[in-house]
């Protein structure tokens, strides 16, 4: 049973958020956050002010003693490295890497030094960002979400055979290079066999890019599949509504791995809240600013999901979502 509920600023474009709570920052010093982003624009705003609400949930007051410098890849990954680079040349005191596991191993690369909190990585030890969940040790800490693992990919597997009856063939949509050799090929694996305990065969299909979803889409519906798996990526959030728009052209009832895509008129999600990881992303921040190191610092893992379904998208789609199912969902979008 799922638990219940527990732009865009150019490259250098600066904003103020501010105050610390009594026993933080001195009055009189201001603190230097690096936001660095793969893509502000075109990623849910509502990531970005989940930070800001975190940081004033804390006591800080914008233009008093926090300073936020943004640097935005505009969905550009290989910017991501000489972005980093601009950061620590700028001497700020502790770099959040949102968002994306190319930021936070950018960011990792530039500096061993200089703190880093991390948002929303999906294998944060595969990828070499920290040594344990525990005790990460080195500069880098921060969430883990956790939407990326045998288990998730599974769930939502089963979710699809309970909502498209008598399904046998689903296809999976993905963007390989974006978890780390080990944890894709632990995510391969795990995948299988979910399938095979399920009796569905999957038929994965690659997308690097935008350029490469048209061409994706003609290959996977040659299968012709009854369902589709999306297994997201930072390139994939910012598409989102492209990649809906795909599925629902073709017909193929969709699951993806975080809600905005349901908001953007997705069949059904399964996955970690990622706006709330950004607000305790703030937390982080916080005690690292107040003196905590990185390395001593427990990596956060969310331990509740959230499943999202969109009832409109099933009447299109001709399917009635089973009412166990509607009972498990933490929101049900009319």
């Not at 770099?95 to 994306?100: G, K, N, R, V």
């Not at 599949?225 to 629902?248: H, I, K, Y």
Request: glycine share 8%; proline share 6%.
């Amino acid at each position: 049973m799922i638990d219940r509920r527990a732009f865009l600023a150019g490259s250098g474009a600066v904003l103020v958020a501010a105050p610390l709570a009594a026993g933080a920052q001195p009055a009189d010093k201001i603190a230097r956050i690096g936001y660095l982003a793969a893509d502000l624009a075109t990623t849910n705003p509502r990531f970005r002010e989940a930070f800001r609400q975190g940081l004033r949930e804390l006591g800080y007051v914008e233009g008093r003693n926090v300073v936020i410098e943004y640097r935005d890849a505009e969905g550009k990954l290989e910017r991501l490295p000489a972005l980093a680079a601009a950061l620590v040349t700028l001497e700020v005191d502790v770099i959040l890497a949102a968002a994306a596991t190319p930021a936070a191993m950018a960011a990792k690369r530039a500096t061993r030094s200089l703190p880093i909190v991390f948002v929303a990585v999906s294998d944060p030890i595969a990828n070499g960002l920290v040594a344990g969940l525990a005790r990460p040790g080195g500069n880098a800490t921060g969430l883990s979400i956790l939407s990326l693992t045998p288990e998730s990919v599974g769930k939502c597997l089963e979710l699809l055979t309970q909502t498209v009856p008598r399904v046998s063939r689903v296809a999976v949509l993905w963007h390989p290079g974006q978890l780390g050799e080990r944890a894709e090929r632990d995510l391969l694996k795990g995948a299988e066999s979910a399938g095979r305990a399920l009796g569905v065969r999957l038929q994965y299909v690659e997308a690097r890019g935008p350029a490469d979803f048209d061409k994706a889409f003609s290959e996977l519906t040659k299968g012709r599949p009854g369902a589709l798996a999306v297994w997201g990526s930072v390139t994939f959030l910012n598409e989102r509504r492209r990649l809906v728009d795909l599925a629902a052209k073709n017909r193929l009832p969709a699951v993806y791995i975080a809600r905005e895509y349901v908001d953007s008129g997705g069949l059904m999600a399964y996955g970690a809240n990622i706006p709330d990881q950004f607000r305790r992303a703030a937390t982080y921040v916080d005690k690292i600013l107040k003196g905590a190191k990185p390395g001593d610092l427990p990596v956060e893992q969310p331990t509740k999901f959230e499943l999202v379904i969109n009832l409109k998208t099933a009447r299109v789609l001709g399917l009635t979502i089973p009412e166990s199912l509607l009972r498990q969902a933490d929101e049900v979008i009319e």
